[in-house]
């Protein structure tokens, strides 16, 4: 199994530009998260998701954040319009709620707003 | 909500020493904690984790204890080596409705092993 894969794997933008990061879940997972990394706040949850549903999104910020689960396997967390603030470090995660109470990073998206 | 604080923030140690890195949290309800090693600019990887019903767990070189009674987990690590050298994370999670683990997240231990 390939993980966790995130994409792009750097991302570099203007403020106001429309940031997407993209997710896909380890195959058979049903529960998909979305955290933030900065050294201010550290490991932030921002949304998680089970069965492509969204079950809680108390953690996103602002409504410039939205996020999106159409399948399965793939979930995208899209900021718009992005602020210089929002630099930070996305990671996507994954795991299996029946039998696995563990989570699995994916690589991360390093995003810097200019 | 669930709230974890972890000591200390940086812990610097000589190869060979052991390390060990202290998470309180304050919810009851949690009954899975894991933690993380995340070297520099990677992912975050879990390296061991503890349920509720066990007071201890030991894989080789690193072990984890768990007093439920005074909500207190902490990570043991001997023989330390330089590659050992990392951010370690300490989690509190416990199931939600919808079926999924939530951790809520220390926020890190910078481990530094000289040579």
């Known amino acids: 199994d390939a993980g966790v894969i995130q994409s792009p794997r750097h991302e570099v933008t203007e403020m106001g530009q429309e940031v997407t990061l993209r997710c896909k879940p380890i195959s058979g997972h049903n529960s998909l998260f979305w955290y933030r990394q900065t050294m201010m706040r550290g490991l932030e949850l921002l949304i998680y998701f089970n069965n492509n549903v969204p079950i809680d999104d108390s953690g996103m910020p602002e409504d410039r954040f939205s996020a999106k689960m159409p399948n399965a396997s793939f979930s995208t967390l899209k900021i718009q319009p992005s602020e210089p603030r929002d630099s930070a470090v996305y990671f996507c995660?994954?795991?299996?709620?029946?039998?696995?109470?563990?989570?699995?990073f994916g690589p991360g998206t390093r995003l810097l707003v200019l | 909500g669930e709230n974890v604080e972890q000591h200390p923030s940086t812990l610097s140690v000589q190869e060979g020493d052991s390390a060990v890195i202290k998470c309180t949290y304050s919810d009851s309800a949690s009954n899975y904690f894991p933690w993380y090693k995340q070297e520099l600019g990677k992912r975050p990887q879990l390296i061991i984790d503890?349920?509720?019903?066990?007071g201890e767990k030991k894989d080789q070189r690193i072990a984890v204890t768990l007093n439920k009674t005074a909500k207190h987990f902490s990570l043991h690590i001997t023989e330390t080596q330089p590659e050992d050298s990392a951010v370690y994370f300490c989690a509190a999670s416990e199931r939600a409705s919808g079926g999924s683990y939530i951790p809520t997240f220390g926020r890190g231990t910078s481990l530094i092993v000289h040579p």
């Open positions: 995660a994954s795991s299996f709620d029946k039998r696995m109470e563990t989570q699995y």
């Open positions: 503890i349920r509720s019903n066990v």
